[in-house]
């Protein structure tokens, strides 16, 4: 129900915009994800938008990715900026029915199938 894209490989300094588009049922009034993993390590939160548009992201995209929602297309963005190295990972978008943002992987229920994000240096 929920079908991640956008990524891809780019090189360090690059951008690329992630999409997570909803099917089946609307998710407009749930917090919505994005969680990232790379190989060998656990799965982390990137940003979030809760239901009023509040957003939050994590220490290490600060100033980089923006997160965003088109209600009307049931879709969430993840602008990614300045992407670096340490970037590379798998990227899963996920909706959480209360609409307050977690930043805890188990607090949603419904995720995407992921999208790989390589970023060569």
């Known amino acids: 129900q929920l079908q991640a894209s956008g990524g891809g490989l780019v090189q360090a300094g690059g951008s690329l915009r992630l999409s997570c588009t909803a099917s089946?049922?609307?998710?407009?009034?749930?917090?919505r994800g994005w969680f990232r993993q790379a190989p060998g390590k656990e799965r982390e939160f990137v940003a979030g938008?809760?239901?009023?548009?509040?957003?939050a992201y994590a220490e290490s995209v600060k100033g980089r990715f923006t997160v965003s929602r088109d209600n009307a297309k049931n879709t969430v963005y993840l602008q990614m900026n300045s992407l670096k190295p340490e970037d590379t990972a798998v990227y899963y978008c996920?909706?959480?029915?209360?609409?307050?943002?977690?930043?805890?992987?188990?607090?949603?229920?419904?995720w995407g199938q992921g999208t790989q994000v390589t970023v060569s240096s």
């Open positions: 938008i809760s239901s009023g548009d509040s957003t």
């Open positions: 089946g049922r609307t998710f407009n009034s749930y917090a």
């Open positions: 996920a909706a959480r029915k209360y609409g307050v943002i977690v930043p805890n992987p188990s607090g949603y229920a419904d």
